[in-house]
T-cell receptor
Framework: RKEVEQDPGPFNVPEGATVAFNCTYS??????FFWYRQDCRKEPKLLMS???SGNEDGRFTAQLNRASQYISLLIRDSKLSDSATYLC????????????FGTGTLLAVQP | DGGITQSPKYLFRKEGQNVTLSCEQN?????MYWYRQDPGQGLRLIYY???????QKGDIAEGYSVSREKKESFPLTVTSAQKNPTAFYLC????????????????FGPGTRLTVL
């Protein structure tokens, strides 16, 4: 089983749609969770950290379910500019800040 | 402006040559990391350093070497022993000792695309 698993997609959605991505992780000792966004041939950029209580940033909402070991990202009112690959990232547990990256979910927002 | 810089953006190398990729940060971050990204795969950790003059192997360190003589700099050398060096190389940094409420996010440089001819 991969340490971090994501559906690779692509998710093709029309502008204005709501889309949700899920991600599962295997290490129950993980404490930190993130969503990164990566545009084609660019570096990953932090989209949002995922807090235990869930958090929202504008059109983006992240949720964490520790019991089931999954993380979700909800994007409301999709924009063309949201088209990118979304990486689920989990820290590896232990004393170091090693992060484990999922392979990403590709989102394509259509006009 | 604070940030992470990597150079060069594109690098071409002949087989058998060693090359060094530069990574500099002025964020005053303690920890720095090197990853490689191949098509269809997640980022894989090559080396990381939590403090000056110390570094550890990541998951795929064979054929690579690093140094951390200054807090701001973490160069990566891709040696001729690396069998498949063509990839997108990403450097990142983070606060290693986080304040409460911070989650050790890592921030990335723009990357270097290495192609072996």
């Amino acid at each position: 089983r991969k340490e971090v698993e994501q559906d690779p997609g692509p998710f093709n959605v029309p502008e204005g749609a709501t889309v949700a991505f899920n991600c599962t992780y295997s290490n129950s000792a993980s404490q930190s969770f993130f969503w990164y966004r990566q545009d084609c041939r660019k570096e990953p950029k932090l989209l949002m950290s995922v807090y235990s209580s869930g958090n929202e940033d504008g059109r983006f909402t992240a949720q964490l379910n520790r019991a089931s070991q999954y993380i979700s990202l909800l994007i409301r009112d999709s924009k063309l500019s949201d088209s990118a690959t979304y990486l689920c990232v989990v820290n590896g547990g232990g004393a170091t800040n090693k992060l484990i990256f999922g392979t990403g979910t590709l989102l394509a927002v259509q006009p | 402006d604070g940030g992470i810089t990597q150079s060069p953006k594109y690098l071409f190398r002949k087989e058998g040559q060693n090359v060094t990729l530069s990574c500099e940060q002025n964020l005053n971050h303690d920890a720095m990391y090197w990853y490689r990204q191949d098509p269809g795969q997640g980022l894989r950790l090559i080396y990381y350093s939590q403090i000056v003059n110390d570094f550890q192997k990541g998951d795929i360190a064979e054929g690579y070497s690093v140094s951390r003589e200054k807090k701001e700099s973490f160069p990566l050398t891709v040696t001729s022993a690396q069998k498949n060096p063509t990839a997108f190389y990403l450097c990142a940094s983070s606060i290693e000792a986080p304040l409460e409420g911070h989650y050790n996010e890592q921030f990335f440089g723009p990357g270097t695309r290495l192609t072996v001819l």
